[in-house]
């Protein structure tokens, strides 16, 4: 593995990539608009899915008939998504080491995923392969906090994250602005995962990086905390089916001529 990939993704995302692709909710269907009329996806267009993980976005980006290339640094993440869709170009890469030509791309999307390289550098390499005008966007699935019993849900995976980067914290902001980029234009959606409390609360917490690289003890202990706040909450106590209100935050900013 990498050395300038976290420690938290090297780790977690090596043994959790099955439990990601249970545990991780959609996107909502407002973003394939977005796609089309912020990032301007469609047929002859051509898309990098930077951080790709194991393809959860990825069929977003197809059904806009781009063209679609991923990359991704975490071999078990790689497989999983090679094996789901195998019609997608998928390579082994990071973002500050793209393995794509200079001006090769329409756009670049960052699906769950910037934070964890939100550096100048990075910056600098996604302009490198975008074209004249390409655009970069990011894209976050995030629980909503202002539900009382999703901010206890939060608070106690929180408290595992050492010095895990999230999206939450603002800090993938400090990356803006960056010279070549035009200032990030942001977009909201609203949506919710529905399913078994076993998918979308202990898988989703499971497939969180930190949390799966955890010793097997602390794991338990954390599915515990979660099984009392299910027991202790109305909204979720025996219940076949669960909704987690989510919100998704979408940014675009455009390439800039030198």
């Not at 919710?192 to 602390?218: C, K, M, W, Y």
Request: hydrophobic residues 45%; glycine residues 6%; negative net charge.
């Amino acid at each position: 593995m990498s050395s300038n990939i976290h420690h938290a993704a090297a780790d977690g995302y090596a043994t959790a990539a099955a439990t990601y692709v249970k545990g991780r909710p959609d996107y909502p269907p407002a973003v394939s608009a977005w796609l089309h009329d912020s990032l301007g996806l469609a047929p002859g267009a051509s898309v990098l899915d930077l951080g790709a993980g194991t393809g959860k976005f990825t069929p977003r980006l197809l059904d806009t008939g781009a063209t679609v290339v991923a990359v991704e640094p975490v071999p078990a993440m790689l497989a999983t998504l090679s094996a789901a869709l195998p019609q997608v170009q998928a390579l082994a890469g990071t973002a500050t080491a793209i393995p794509l030509p200079d001006a090769s791309v329409d756009a670049v999307v960052c699906a769950q995923a910037f934070h964890w390289f939100a550096t100048p550098a990075a910056l600098d390499e996604i302009l490198r392969v975008l074209k004249p005008g390409g655009r970069l966007g990011l894209v976050w699935n995030l629980r909503d906090a202002s539900v009382p019993w999703v901010a206890r849900l939060d608070a106690i995976v929180n408290r595992a994250e050492g010095d895990t980067p999230r999206y939450y914290t603002g800090a993938w902001r400090l990356a803006f602005p960056h010279v070549g980029f035009a200032p990030l234009q942001e977009t909201q959606f609203s949506q919710e995962h529905t399913g078994s409390a076993e998918d979308v609360l202990f898988n989703r917490v499971r497939s969180t990086s930190f949390i799966a690289a955890l010793p097997p003890q602390e794991r338990q202990r954390i599915d515990d905390e979660i099984r009392q706040l299910v027991a202790s909450e109305p909204a979720l106590r025996d219940r076949d089916s669960i909704s987690v209100p989510y919100r998704t935050a979408a940014f675009v900013a455009q390439k800039q001529a030198a």
